[in-house]
């Protein structure tokens, strides 16, 4: 089984720093993109930031310029620098990963458990 280990949340003022990590775990045969979800209180899961294997990647227009994605293939893990944070950053974070398991089998969606980001005022 896979499973999806982050680390680094906690609670910053604002225009403070995070970093975000994940590292997957379980026998894997190949991870193709991997990234962060936030979800807010009383509002819908929405993506932060994705990474491919290959190190392309995407941002929600409210976070570019002030986070940035990056990924480890060696260690199966991917990072979330977060910097000059806002209260409105202020969420639980999810780690994702697209995975496959066997060769010529379909990928599979994994997450981890959350972690909180709190950015006071």
């Known amino acids: 089984q896979v499973q999806l280990v982050e680390s680094g949340g906690g609670l910053v003022q604002a225009g403070g720093s995070l970093r975000l990590s994940c590292a997957a775990s379980?026998?894997?045969?190949?991870?193709?993109?991997m990234g962060w979800y936030r979800q807010a209180p009383g509002k819908q899961r929405e993506l932060v930031a994705t990474?491919?294997?290959?190190?392309?990647?995407n941002y929600v227009d409210s976070v570019k310029g002030r986070f940035t994605i990056s990924r480890d293939n060696a260690k199966s893990t991917v990072y979330l620098q977060m910097n000059s944070l806002k209260p409105e950053d202020t969420a639980v974070y999810y780690c994702?990963?697209?995975?496959?398991?066997?060769?010529?089998?379909?990928?599979?969606?994994?997450w981890g458990q959350g972690t909180q980001v709190t950015v006071s005022s």
């Open positions: 994702y990963a697209e995975v496959r398991l066997r060769l010529f089998t379909s990928p599979l969606d994994y």
């Open positions: 379980g026998t894997i045969f190949s991870i193709n993109v």
């Open positions: 990474i491919t294997r290959d190190s392309s990647t």
